[in-house]
């Protein structure tokens, strides 16, 4: 199953509604965009374009946003978020070699999400889990001391629950 490209009619309909709660607010750019990535899962070039005829808002402006906050995403992500610690601590223990097997394992790159939209690749700086170093999280489960030899089975796990 491939990412769609598209927003659906659904997504935007929802999107309607909290485009009318937060139009006339004053900030309320920020809330309209992070709804609108929770119901679109992200904030692409189409919903973009949608906000700004639905709010007034330049699309420059709507795109300034998008891109300062590191919370939004122009391009959907996965179902499962990898991030994998490429701090200082995690590196010297081994972080990169993890990497190169996760990319091997997924067939993607860091900051890509592969083609089923199952997994996001990212790498990080810190997660705060320097004792577990080298360490990733997936969602919200953390993993350390991990080796390459141990990134297959954990990749398969994810894949089961799909």
């Not at 598209?6 to 309320?28: H, N, T």
């Not at 959907?76 to 994998?84: A, C, D, E, S, V």
């Not at 997924?106 to 690749?121: E, S």
Request: proline residues 5%.
């Amino acid at each position: 199953m491939a990412i769609a490209n598209s927003i659906r009619k659904e997504q935007f309909d929802r999107l309607d509604g909290v485009i009318a709660e937060w139009k006339d607010v004053p900030g309320g750019l920020l809330p309209i965009m992070q709804h609108a990535q929770e119901i679109c899962g992200c904030v692409n070039e189409q919903v973009q374009h949608y906000v700004s005829e639905k709010t007034g808002t330049p699309v420059s402006v709507i795109y300034g946003v998008a891109t300062f906050y590191s919370q939004f995403t122009l391009q959907p992500r996965g179902k499962h978020t990898i991030g994998l610690c490429l701090g200082t601590a995690c590196y010297v223990r081994g972080s990169q070699l993890v990497l190169e097997e996760l990319e091997k394992q997924l067939g993607i790159a860091v900051g890509t999400t592969t083609p089923d939209g199952l997994f996001t690749l990212e790498a990080t700086r810190c997660i705060g889990c320097c004792g577990l170093a080298p360490a990733m999280m997936i969602n919200e489960e953390v993993y350390g001391r991990l080796t390459p030899e141990q990134i297959p089975a954990i990749v398969e796990k994810y894949r089961k629950i799909g």
